[in-house]
């Protein structure tokens, strides 16, 4: 049971592919929440780092280029739910990333007298986020680094810094990328679905320059803030 005068819990997930912006979004987000922001990559790392029982056998997956499993995911974010400075809320970025994970979630906060407050879906299309993943290329003398969107050379396919051809690493190039992106994209739909069915998914279109793109979710989190009284 919740105290009626306990402040409830306000978890908020940031959901979006790879190369959505999500990463950029999340420290800033959090950050008008006042509520940390957890990375499921960070908790894997700091779990590692200390040693925890968890952590070992998150390791074991991770030395092996493996995905860890959900239950292990689970119970690291659990662990980090518990913490002191969670006690009002966490952004979450990287999980759930599958339904399963969603439900899980589900459950343990209930368990809270707690729910997922909002899921804020950064939409990118997926031939966008192809586009965006294989736009990396390196001179093929000394792997100097080019982005074709970002940071693009003077001449199209040369290095600027001694004029010899630019190439693609096979990860980085957009067959690649797509097939490596396809089941994140498609689990990460499934836990779009799950939210919608609960009410609180809410979208923001990912195509759009940084700011507006921050000042969207900011906008979406405020009509999820109606005031309760
Ligand atoms: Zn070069």
């Not at 586009?131 to 080019?146: I, K, N, T």
């Not at 990328?177 to 979208?203: C, K």
Request: net charge negative; glycine share 8%.
């Amino acid at each position: 049971m919740t105290p009626a005068d306990a402040r409830p819990m306000k978890v908020v997930v940031l959901l979006g592919g790879p190369g959505s912006g999500k990463g950029t979004q999340a420290p800033i987000i959090a950050k008008h929440l006042g509520v940390p922001h957890v990375a499921t990559g960070d908790l894997f790392r700091a779990a590692v780092r200390d040693g925890s029982p968890v952590g070992l056998e998150a390791r074991h997956y991770m030395e092996r280029g493996q995905l860890v499993p959900d239950d292990i995911t689970i119970a690291m974010l659990l662990d980090r739910l518990s913490a002191d400075d969670a006690a009002d809320g966490v952004l979450l970025d990287g999980f759930p990333r599958n339904r399963a994970q969603a439900e899980a979630l589900d459950v343990a906060l209930a368990e809270r007298g707690a729910a997922v407050a909002s899921t804020l879906d950064i939409e990118v299309p997926a031939e966008e986020l192809v586009r965006r993943l294989s736009s990396r290329w390196v001179c093929s003398e000394a792997g100097h680094v080019y982005n074709a969107l970002t940071n693009p050379p003077r001449e199209a396919g040369r290095c600027d810094l001694d004029g010899s051809e630019l190439i693609q690493r096979e990860d980085d190039q957009p067959e690649t990328v797509r097939a490596r992106m396809a089941l994140t994209l498609s689990s990460l739909a499934d836990v779009a679905e799950h939210y919608r069915t609960l009410g609180v998914l809410r979208a923001v279109d990912g195509q759009q320059s940084i700011d507006q793109v921050t000042q969207d979710l900011l906008a979406e989190l405020a009509i999820g803030d109606a005031p309760a009284g």
